[in-house]
């Protein structure tokens, strides 16, 4: 005990205050250690305490959370979440947020955001086959905010296309609580053998502990602890903090794990993530129940002088850590060597339940590992229960509807994101089989069914409307989730689970808990009514700056399940086509695009969201795609029913002519649980929604090149093409 290198009293408690312990959690440690603790453990216990690694905010309310089904594999608590999808194949699937990187440095905070999303996947033996995105930016017409989604876009960009996976989805949105925030939200989506599923629950005394990957420089220390905090400022100087990614490292990363997962070495293995090696090793033993050993000399490092504190905090990408099987060192360094990546043996397990770290002959840490979890703060915070807004009263319509259709089509949330998707590759693998823009969710083919015949395939979508979840948190909470299963839905395929990433502001405060809690509980009947179950996810807390908080933003991450690709819809509206709107329309204005940029307010209650009329009218639109009775699908939702239609026929450049004369409303009023299809037989489908109750009627037809609306007039698909695509390349000229 005596060679431990302890702080004296004082000395801890000033680098405790900056590391981002509280007094109270400080003491808490001292209680554990019963003494000083050394340097290295003090950072131990920052960053696994911390807001980032421990939810200490959020454990109390995630629990309501339903997870489990009979197709759920590996539920919350691994890297990421698995489920069955038949034919003996998993698909494995996470979020993850990189908002307070982002901010800082756009390009690398995005690029880094995709590298660590890789790994949480395939570190659990998948190979990785899609990406996507949910992404929130500030006012468009502020400079910073262009910068950033410029950096964003080619961090994301630069990070995917080199390291061979697609990105083929997502979805952005402005707002200026984003101004000083933004969000950046990445998901991966992985397939294995579902009986070849890895973890990170190391087992087997004496059992080596492998590092493997890039060396270790001082990029990334203390990142979990900034983001668990506010933004000042001065936050634009914590560029240390964000971490340096290499996707090329990355590509070799995967194929040299994959390619030992493929024999018998491995015990356990974990990406080095969120506080880096400290993480990773203390999870690693924890969840065996083991003690670990490390010998911080041995770590392969790209910097000189580095301490055990900067080595076990670093977040320098590209690195994993595994726990191999006794005599299989030799066959793994050979796969690593072979791919050009370090290797080295820098611990094994032990029986103690202790943390020992030595370096340069000094041990530098000696812990109990269990207190890190069983002792890790759990704070019930007041919370405060948003107030109900009150009805919105009648909004006259100020422009008419075929104005207020072109400004809707042109704003920066509904306009053509074709300058993002562009610098995205969304076909590298050569398995995309809906592209972005084409359906309402991304389409990905798995493999050739042996079981059912023809190819499987994923749907995939990432879904949140934030300004219903700060008007009204368990509505829009459960908003959120149902938009992801209607837009799985809208293709053809079964929604299985969701991931989340809970992107909100202060816990501290109040109002903020109160939303988060408000919109878990709407999320989790949302899951149980739509039998969604939530198998991974992440909190990103603390996101304001100067005290001023985001849109509350919990995006949905979903994915689902079509047993023949060949049946998959998307939302072109085909040439002879008869439309059905399917659902009850009120024309329910609150809180609705068509009130913000054409009536220029912000007020009102979201759109209702009635849970079982989600799952009856879902599930009746499914039945008639799979039977082949509808040829295009898309859900209503931001900017209401004359949108959609709108884009059903931008994404195919053929008109439609409506039957209906009605008021704004009804052609801008964002009622849920509704979908246009375009059918040849109209009949088929009013009669199978009369069998199910569900409202459906006649919406008109296709044909043209004119969008007409009864007592509105007419407007060519191509001028709302050339609007729809105008928006973000004149904003982003010269970026």
Known sequence: MDALPLLEPARAAQLAAEFGLKPEEHERALAILGRQPTLCELGIFSVMWSEHCSYKSSRVWLRQLPTKAPWVL?????????????????????????????????????????????????????????????????????????????????????????????????????????????????????????????????????????????????????????????????????????????????????????????????????????????????????????????????????????SAYEMMLSESQERMLMVLKPGREELAEAIFRKWELDFAVIGRLTDTGRIVIRHGGVVEADMELAPLESEAPLYHRPTEETPRQPPLPDVADPVGILAALEKLVASPDLCSRRWIWDQYDAQVGGQTAKRPGQADAAIVRVEESVEQGGAIALAITTDCTPRYVQADPEAGGAQ??????????????????????????????????????????????????????????????????????????????GVGVIEDVAKAVGLALPEGCELVLVGETDGHLGQSLWLREVAGREEGPPPPVDLAAERRNGDLVRGLILDGTVLACHDCADGGLLVTVAEMCMASGIGATLSTVSDHGFWFGEDQARYVLATRDPEAVLAAARAAHVPAARLGHSGGGDLVVPGAGSISVARLRALNEATLPAMMQGY
């Open 480 to 557: 959120a989730v149902a938009e992801a299963w209607r837009n799985i839905t809208a293709t053809g395929a079964l929604p299985r689970a969701i991931t989340d990433n809970m992107n909100f502001g202060n816990p501290e405060k109040p109002r903020i808990m109160g939303q988060f809690a408000a919109a878990v509980r709407g999320m989790a009947a949302a899951c149980v009514a739509l039998d969604f179950p939530v198998v991974s996810g992440n909190v990103s807390l603390y996101n304001e700056t100067e005290g001023r908080a985001i849109l509350p933003t919990p995006a949905i991450g």
């Open 74 to 306: 590996v539920g919350p608590g691994e890297n990421a979440g698995v489920i069955s999808i038949g034919d003996g194949l998993a698909a494995v699937f996470k979020m993850e947020s990189h908002n307070h990187p982002s901010f800082i440095e756009p390009y690398n905070g995005a690029a880094t955001g995709v590298g660590g999303i890789l790994r949480d996947v395939f570190t659990m033996g998948a190979r990785p086959i899609a990406n996507l995105n949910a992404l929130r930016f500030g006012d468009p017409a502020l400079p910073r905010t262009r910068q950033i989604l410029d950096g964003v876009v080619r961090g994301i960009g630069g990070y995917g296309n080199c390291v061979g996976v697609p990105t083929v989805g997502g979805e952005v949105n402005f707002h200026p609580a984003y101004n000083g925030n933004p969000l950046v939200n990445a998901m991966t989506v992985g397939v294995l053998r579902a009986d070849r599923i890895f973890t990170a629950a190391a087992t087997g005394v004496g059992n080596p502990v492998v590092y493997v990957g890039s060396k270790t420089g001082r990029d990334g220390i203390h990142g979990a602890t900034m983001s668990s905090t506010e933004f000042s400022a001065d936050s634009e100087e914590k560029r240390p903090t964000v971490q340096i990614g290499d996707p090329f490292a990355e590509k070799l990363l995967i194929e040299a794990c994959l390619e030992l997962m493929a024999t018998d070495a491995i015990v356990a293995i974990q990406d080095m993530g969120a506080a880096g090696l400290t993480s990773s090793s203390v999870e690693m033993a924890g969840k065996g129940g083991m003690g670990i050993e490390l010998d911080m000399d041995a770590v392969p490092q790209r910097e000189t002088g580095m």
